[in-house]
């Protein structure tokens, strides 16, 4: 059969808690450029300290 498949990581909790945490990490990343976006459009928030609250928030939860 010359049909080469990509294997798939065995599915473990391990590997299920990994993914899960890259994908928050995109999402987390994400929210951030919006969020960044808006206080700047917005002259009311500092964008710095979003990113810091959110950074040490991101510490606690790892």
Avoid: H, W
């Amino acid at each position: 059969m010359g049909k080469n498949k990509k294997e798939k990581p065995e599915l473990t909790l391990e590997n299920l808690n990994r993914a899960i945490r890259t994908y928050q990490q995109l999402v987390f990343l994400q929210n951030m450029k919006i969020l960044q976006s808006v206080a700047k459009q917005e002259n009311f928030l500092d964008p710095e300290i979003i990113c810091n609250q959110s950074d040490s928030s991101v510490i606690k939860n790892a």
